[in-house]
Every structure is written in structure tokens, then in C-alpha cells.
């Protein structure tokens, strides 16, 4: 059996795993994200010894995920403390003479959603979610897209609430997606977190207006065949019927499709990996190391 590894790099924690080419975690453990001295020794430690084959990172960003950039591996401008302009896939070249890939831990969600997840044998998908940030990664043509980078699409720009008068709290941006929708920013607004609101609060219908604005983006931009949004604000259920019904409302019927009208209960998701969506996303990175 191959053994592949698997890290899922976020801004609070890491995560990582070991697992089989057919996306079954086999081992994980988790810790807090603190500074990559700290942080990068308990990686280390972890997969020294279980033989691993490969392995995939998918990490909070931004980052460099373009192959043969001078930062290739680098988590880049990001504002957290200590992690800007460090080398991460070269800190695990030190120890592990394997081949990896290193993307975001968005895009290697919709690859692991696309490969073993809720978006199986598609030929596209989104991966969206909503958490302590707001992110997205996309696989079209069954690939993940890059660009220049990878894409930003939590900080695009979406038409405000007519009743929301919260500045956001985006430090480059402001009001953007994330300054706006992400769980900062409903805490911020009301005085306390998303899990302690009641479903027929106000902040719900504010939170699907910028959600559904977002979507409808992705979805003129992209088309995808499937949207998988997760991450801890959409744990709270009741907000996906409020993201479906406004996305079918901002369309207006323009884009003429079953999956936009009568089978939008299928087309936007939780994820079909659940909890595991990020590290068997970065499980997912692991087996496309594997095959270069």
C-alpha cells in the first residue's frame, strides 16, 4: 500500500495526516499554528519514520504555488506574524526527499472534493469556505486553476446590504467578501460569534446576501458543475437554503440551467469529505505528486 502524506496548513491550526491513494486518512493530529520554528518541528516529527511516499500541502496563503518561481514553496504576503516570505517546501526538502505539491488549502479542498468528495466525477467545481477568513479554490478541466498565483476569490468586491452599516474588517481591502461575510466580521458586527446566533437573526440574511453575491460571481465567471461551501460559519445549516434561494434571486434566471433552478439543492453543498475536506484535499496533492 501507498503511503502518502498529507499537511493542511491553516492560520490557526495545522493539520496532518497520513493516508492511502483512495483518500482514507489513516492517522491525524493537529496543534496550534504558532511560530514556523515551533510549528514546523512538530510536522517534522510527526511523519519522521512512517515512510511516507509523497506529500501535499495545502496551506493558508497567499502563496507561491507556481513550479519554478524563485518562491515556489513560500508562504508569501501573508499578514500572520512570523509566517510572511518563509520557505516552507524547502524546510520539508531538508528532511523528506519525496515529491510534493504545494498549493492552497482551497484548491486542494476542490481537488480532494472533485477526486473523493461531493464533486466525484465532475469535470469542474468550486470549493468555498467561510471560516475565520473566506477563500476559494476551483478545479476546471480537472485541474486546479493557477494563474499568475492562485485565486483570491474571497476578497473580491460584492454590492453591500442596503441595511449593513459595518466597515469590515479586511486589512487591505476593508469591506470586501471576507472583511464582510468572514466569521470576524459577523462577531465584530454583533458582539458575538456566529454559533450563538439564532437562526431567524438578521445577521443570517446579511451573511447569505454577500454569500450569494459571491456566487453569483463564481458562477458567471466560472460555471462550475458543483459549489462546496464549508468551513465553520456554514455549519450552521439554515444558511444554505438562504445562499440558494438569493443566488436564484441575483440570477434572475439569466443563466438557464436544471442545477441553477430546480436542482440548486444539489448544486451548492456542504462537503461531501466533511471534516476531512481540507486534509484529504492535501491528500489529494500528495497522489498528484506522486504521478508527475
Known amino acids: 500500500m501507498t503511503i ?25 493530529v493537529s496543534f496550534p499554528t504558532t511560530t514556523p520554528e515551533e510549528t514546523m518541528a512538530q510536522v517534522i516529527a510527526f511523519f519522521e519514520g512512517k515512510g511516507i511516499e509523497a506529500l501535499g500541502v495545502g496551506s493558508f496563503g497567499p502563496i507561491d504555488p507556481i513550479e519554478g518561481s524563485p518562491t515556489y514553496g513560500y508562504i508569501t504576503t501573508t499578514p500572520k506574524p512570523h509566517w510572511g516570505q518563509y520557505n516552507m517546501i524547502g524546510k520539508l526538502k531538508e528532511h523528506f526527499n519525496v515529491p510534493m505539491t504545494f498549493d492552497t488549502d482551497v484548491n486542494g479542498a476542490a481537488l480532494g472534493e472533485a477526486t473523493w468528495g461531493a464533486a466525484q466525477g465532475l469535470d469542474s467545481c468550486l470549493y468555498i469556505t467561510v471560516g475565520t477568513g473566506i477563500g476559494a479554490g476551483a478545479v476546471v478541466g480537472g485541474k ?40 470576524p466580521a459577523i462577531n465584530k458586527r454583533w458582539e458575538q460569534p456566529a454559533y450563538e446566533l439564532p437562526a431567524d437573526h438578521k445577521a443570517w440574511e446579511i451573511e447569505a446576501h454577500y454569500l450569494a453575491h459571491a456566487l453569483m460571481n463564481y458562477v458567471l465567471i ?50 461531501g469529505l466533511g471534516d476531512n475536506a481540507g486534509l484529504c484535499g492535501s491528500l489529494a496533492l500528495a497522489k498528484l505528486a506522486l504521478n508527475k
Open 4 to 28: 502518502l502524506g498529507a499537511i493542511e496548513a491553516g492560520g490557526t491550526k495545522f493539520v496532518c495526516g497520513i493516508g492511502t491513494e483512495e483518500g482514507e486518512v489513516l492517522e491525524r
Open 222 to 271: 466560472l460555471t462550475p458543475q458543483k459549489i462546496v461551501m464549508g468551513g465553520g460559519v456554514m455549519k450552521q445549516e439554515h444558511l444554505f437554503p438562504m445562499v440558494r434561494s438569493k443566488l436564484q434571486e441575483l440570477l434572475a434566471g439569466y443563466v438557464q440551467h436544471p442545477a441553477l433552478q430546480s436542482e440548486i439543492d444539489q448544486y451548492v453543498v456542504s462537503p
Open 144 to 183: 486546479m486553476v493557477h494563474g499568475l498565483s492562485h485565486p483570491e476569490m474571497g476578497h473580491i468586491i460584492v454590492r453591500r446590504h442596503p441595511e449593513d452599516t459595518y466597515e469590515g474588517f479586511c486589512p487591505y481591502h476593508g469591506d470586501c467578501l471576507e472583511g464582510l461575510a468572514a466569521g
